[in-house]
């Protein structure tokens, strides 16, 4: 009943989280302009974005790890590259008006220097957004003081032993959870708080910067709305708005 709950608060939490950061996504791009997706997969948010943004001409592109995404994405004859993100990327400084990075932060092995090849690669005025997950949670703090690794955090590279400890997978639709895998895709190794990631954003030279948080557990869904206005600090997934 309990991981019921759970789930509940984390089907939630991921819907509306995803919902805000596409919505700043179009809005970034409404008028036009370039926009490069980090972690394309096989290029699924761009579907979204072509009906969203109607008759709207954009340019999107993406990076993608996975050959066998990339090869897909192709396939739809989508421009993704494949790349490994914790290095410098290949494009251009001021390429794009926005890029976007959504479940992808926390994959990473160097997710600073991504930060700093975002800014690199957007033109003044663009925008960087991110949706990642909150290492600083009651949620997290509570399994810890509990013997248990936190949902949010580094995992270990076994999926059986995650299974077992962790109530609320961070990757909500994965079905193919490889973090036992020579090199997993879908382990997280750095996991931000928000006022860490808002801090590097802002040493790292980005303004008007906006960060969201959904989930605060373990309140019930209807609560939430008004707690994570009141609390965005401590909820599980955060979404960051931030400009060059």
């Known amino acids: 009943m309990m991981a019921g709950y ?25 008028l036009g302009g370039a926009c490069l997706e980090c972690g394309a997969h096989d290029g699924h948010e761009y579907q979204w974005l072509k009906r969203e943004l109607g008759g709207v001409a954009f340019d999107y592109r993406g990076v993608e790890w996975n050959p066998a995404m990339v090869e897909r994405a192709k396939s739809r004859g989508l421009d993704v590259v494949q790349g490994d993100l914790n290095r410098p990327m290949t494009f251009e400084p001021g390429s794009f008006r926005c890029v976007f990075a959504l479940s992808v932060l926390e ?20 925008t960087l957004i991110l949706l990642t997950p909150n290492i600083s949670t009651y949620f997290t703090a509570a399994l810890i003081l509990a013997g248990r690794m936190p949902s949010s955090g580094p995992h270990p590279d076994s999926t059986r032993l995650l299974n ?12 193919n959870f490889d973090i036992e895998s020579d090199t997993p895709v879908h382990r997280h190794l750095v996991v931000f708080s928000f006022r860490a990631l808002k801090s590097y954003l802002e040493m790292a030279g980005f303004s008007d910067i906006r960060g969201y948080g959904y989930g ?15 609390d965005p600090y401590h909820c599980h997934q955060m979404v960051f708005v931030a400009r060059k």
């Open 164 to 175: 077992a400890q962790a109530p609320v997978k961070a990757d909500a639709g994965q079905s």
């Open 6 to 30: 759970f789930h509940r608060l984390y089907e939630r939490t991921m819907r509306e989280a995803y919902a805000h950061a596409r919505r700043e996504i179009a809005r970034s791009i409404e």
């Open 107 to 126: 994959h990473l092995l160097n997710p600073c220097r991504f930060m700093d090849e975002c800014l690199r690669v957007i033109e003044p005025g663009g």
């Open 216 to 230: 605060l557990y373990p309140f019930p869904n209807f609560m939430q709305p008004v707690m994570e206005k009141i």
